[in-house]
């Protein structure tokens, strides 16, 4: 079966860098995808990776090791927007698995 | 304006009256799923469907039902519900099976709650 693990919560003042990791065990792997929620909203695609190496856009990078069958997010200057839940998934055969979220909480 | 479009955004209801959250995407997707979310499970599929008349179940499918008739619409059914049931429940639509490059699209939730 698929698991993915991840810190449940982190905290960060503003303008600071915080990663938040996620390990991951799958049968198949067609990547590693993160999505951002904030309360009370609806996850929100941030980016993926399907091979090695780190995805950069704009504040947020993400980073992918299959060997290792570890990811993370990465969160540069951080802002208090930025509060908010996010969330490791891979793909199953046809349906998606997601861990349980980290909730990030920036401070001023 | 592309999006997923649930309804009702919040419902109250009693153990065992049938109820049917509704689901609608505007962007053509053939990927259409369900989720319910609670607190230090994260999202957990309940099932989703591949195309008209194509669903599966997903990890969690034990009290719902699904139907596919048409491609924009995916409603969630629960014939007889119960307190455990009560949850906060996203509809999602993609091109493909979602994960990798594909980006799944969510609706804005619908909380439910069953007394």
């Known amino acids: 079966g698929q698991s993915l693990e991840q810190p449940s919560e982190v905290t960060a003042v503003e303008g600071a860098i915080v990663q938040i990791n996620c390990t991951y065990q799958?049968?198949?792997?067609?990547?590693l995808s993160w999505y951002q929620q904030h309360d009370g909203g609806a996850p929100t695609f941030l980016s993926y990776?399907?091979?090695?190496g780190l995805e950069e856009t704009g504040r947020f990078s993400s980073f992918l090791s299959r060997s290792d069958s570890y990811g993370y997010l990465l969160l540069q200057e951080l802002q208090m927007k930025d509060s908010a839940s996010y969330f490791c998934a891979v793909r199953d055969n046809n349906d998606m698995r997601f861990g349980a979220g980290t909730r990030l909480t920036v401070k001023p | 304006e592309a999006q997923v479009t649930q309804n009702p955004r919040y419902l109250i209801t009693v153990t065992g009256k049938k109820l049917t959250v509704t689901c609608s995407q505007n962007m053509n997707h053939e990927y259409m799923s369900w989720y319910r979310q609670d607190p230090g499970l994260g999202l957990r599929q309940i099932y989703y469907s591949m195309n008209v008349e194509v669903t599966d179940k997903g990890d969690v499918p034990e009290g719902y039902k699904v139907s596919r008739k048409e491609k924009r619409n995916f409603p969630l059914i629960l014939e007889s519900p119960s307190p455990n049931q009560t949850s906060l429940y996203f509809c999602?639509?993609?091109?493909?099976?979602?994960?990798?490059?594909?980006?799944?699209?969510f609706g804005q939730g619908t909380r439910l709650t069953v007394v």
């Open positions: 799958t049968s198949g792997f067609y990547g």
């Open positions: 999602a639509s993609s091109l493909s099976p979602p994960g990798g490059v594909t980006e799944a699209f």
């Open positions: 990776n399907a091979l090695d």
